[in-house]
């Protein structure tokens, strides 16, 4: 046991050895699973993959032994306690210590048991709620948090600040990305915990399917939020990997972003429902508004591919074949 002190920005590639030893953390999530997907059409052959039940992140001594037994190469800790708006505001104490516990358990251990480079995730939520906008990297810290998430959006901080310690202390490889608010294949579609696309995906698909004639939406309609496809997400969490080696945080968005309003139309377009839209103002709205500047991430040289337009359609499409009875 050592750490793998020597190797922060070693200059090792990522990409060229496609039988590297890679633990994804979190497989069977969205971020994860498109993070797994990803891999595979690159041709890594030895990815280390633990479900929730075989390997519970909370347990030290659980990660620990699993970390000296695996000895993987390289992290991508995509495993976490995750929720939409009601779930951070119902569940705080399991979505400051869940996340507090996981991100601790594996990046100490990845660091003892001499893994040479991990990617933290955090999230466009770590930043204060009336924060510049488009957000930039240096906003962090400087305000209070959006009340609705600022458990999650604590221990995220504080993950990203684990990283930045590890590596002056040890110069060690950790590195983070903020991702924006993310949808695919794999999200998760729960009626109240999910984030709002999967939740109005679903509630439009189910109000076709009965012949309703109003669907519920939460809040007001006008908070503005960005959205990035998971498979984007997965392909910048590669980018990183291999391109990026450095102390701060990178927000990785698509730069776009919407009214909740216009993303219920959207969403309604996409599954075919046509009746009305009748908001719930008893619901909270959560931050007014959180388009990040991802400029720093593209002047390295990774740009995202696919609209919410197409996104939805794939993600749609996905749900029909996948989750819908
Ligand atoms: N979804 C989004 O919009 C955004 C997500 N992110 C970040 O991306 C990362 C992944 O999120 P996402 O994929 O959406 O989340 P999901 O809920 O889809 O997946 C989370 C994964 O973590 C695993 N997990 C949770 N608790 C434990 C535990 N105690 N031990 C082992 N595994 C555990 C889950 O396993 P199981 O299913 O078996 O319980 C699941 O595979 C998180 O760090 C999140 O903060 C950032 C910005 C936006
Ligand atoms: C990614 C990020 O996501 C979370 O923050 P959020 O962006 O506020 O999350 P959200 O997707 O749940 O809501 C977005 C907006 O949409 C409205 N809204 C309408 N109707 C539904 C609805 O049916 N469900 C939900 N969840 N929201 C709805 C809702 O009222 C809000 O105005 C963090 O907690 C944290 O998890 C985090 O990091």
């Known amino acids: 046991m050592g750490g793998a ?3 922060a920005s070693s200059g090792s590639s990522f990409l060229f050895d496609k039988s590297a030893k890679i633990f994804v953390a979190g497989h069977r999530g969205l971020v994860g699973s498109a993070i797994v997907r990803k891999l595979q059409q690159l041709g890594f052959t030895n990815l280390i993959l633990r479900s929730h039940s075989e390997l519970d992140l909370t347990r030290q001594s659980d990660v620990e032994s699993f970390f000296a037994n695996e000895k993987p190469r390289f992290v991508i800790l995509a495993a976490a306690k995750v929720g939409g708006i009601h779930a951070n505001n119902t569940y705080p104490a399991d979505f400051i210590a869940i996340n507090l ?3 601790t358990n594996v990046i100490d251990s990845a660091y003892r048991y001499g893994v040479e480079k991990l990617l933290f995730l955090g999230s466009s939520c770590i930043y204060p709620k009336f924060a510049p906008q488009p957000i930039p ?4 810290l400087t305000g209070p948090l959006e009340p609705t998430n600022e ?3 604590v221990a995220k901080i504080a993950g990203i600040k684990m990283c930045q310690a590890y590596r002056i202390q040890y110069k060690w490889d950790a590195i983070s990305g903020m991702p924006t608010n993310l949808y695919g294949p794999n999200d998760n579609f729960h009626p109240e915990n999910s984030h709002v696309l999967p939740a109005l995906m679903r ?3 189910e109000a076709k399917v009965k012949g309703a004639k109003e669907v ?3 809040g007001s309609g006008s908070p503005l939020r960005e959205f990035l496809h998971v498979d984007d997400l997965a392909d910048a969490v590669v980018f990183l990997m291999e391109e990026y080696s450095d102390l701060g945080h990178l927000n990785v968005g698509s730069g776009k972003e919407v009214s909740i309003k216009e993303l219920a139309e959207l969403v309604k377009e996409v599954v075919g429902f046509e009746g009305d839209l009748v908001w719930d103002k008893s619901k909270p709205d959560g931050t007014p508004r959180k388009l990040m500047d991802s400029s720093k991430l593209a002047e390295l040289g990774w740009n995202p591919k696919i609209s919410l337009k197409d996104g939805l359609v794939d993600t749609y499409k996905w749900y029909v074949q996948n989750v819908q009875q």
């Open 203 to 205: 509630r439009f698909h």
């Open 101 to 103: 516990q996981i991100q």
């Open 137 to 140: 990297e240096d906003a962090l």
């Open 5 to 7: 002190a020597d190797n």
């Open 151 to 153: 458990w999650y959006a």
């Open 216 to 218: 519920v939406v939460w």
